[in-house]
């Protein structure tokens, strides 16, 4: 948690994969905690991949007591809404210019393949909008 930005958190299961306790965390401990609204009454959109840790029953739940309305989007959809232009595209820039900085500063060391293959398997970047079949659409 060194250097990271003021009120930023960090959980890790046993297993490294997220959990539905993990996530359940996040939302009472960070982002109701930060989430910006005038009136606790103000409902609040929000937009979710559809992990099975995200859309438990306990999570819908807790969610509609506290007028959080969640919306999931469906698998594998992701680079075909604003999203990939408003969030996913600066995250990408930003993750290549923090990958080049770290490759300057740690010669010899290597970043892992596997969250770069991740962005070429879903068609993110390279943009490849036949990267996922229609069929799973």
């Known amino acids: ?27 009472v401990g960070h982002f109701l905690k930060h989430v910006q609204r005038s009136d606790p009454a103000q409902p609040i959109l929000l937009l979710l991949d559809g992990h099975s ?4 029953l ?21 680079h075909i809404t604003p999203l990939d232009v408003a969030v996913f595209g600066p995250f990408k820039r930003f993750y290549y210019s923090e990958c080049a900085d770290y490759m300057r500063w740690n ?9 770069v293959s991740s962005f070429k398997k ?14 799973k659409m």
């Open 58 to 78: 306990h999570i819908v739940h807790w969610a509609m007591e506290h007028n959080i309305h969640l919306f999931v989007l469906p698998a594998h959809t992701s």
């Open 53 to 56: 840790t995200h859309t438990s």
């Open 1 to 27: 948690m060194l250097n990271t930005t003021p009120g930023a958190g960090v959980a890790v299961s046993e297993t490294g994969w997220s959990n539905t306790e993990i996530f359940k965390e996040y939302m």
């Open 107 to 115: 010669m010899g060391k290597t970043i892992t393949r596997y969250i």
């Open 122 to 135: 879903t068609g993110i970047f390279p943009l490849n909008k036949d990267a996922i079949a229609a069929e």
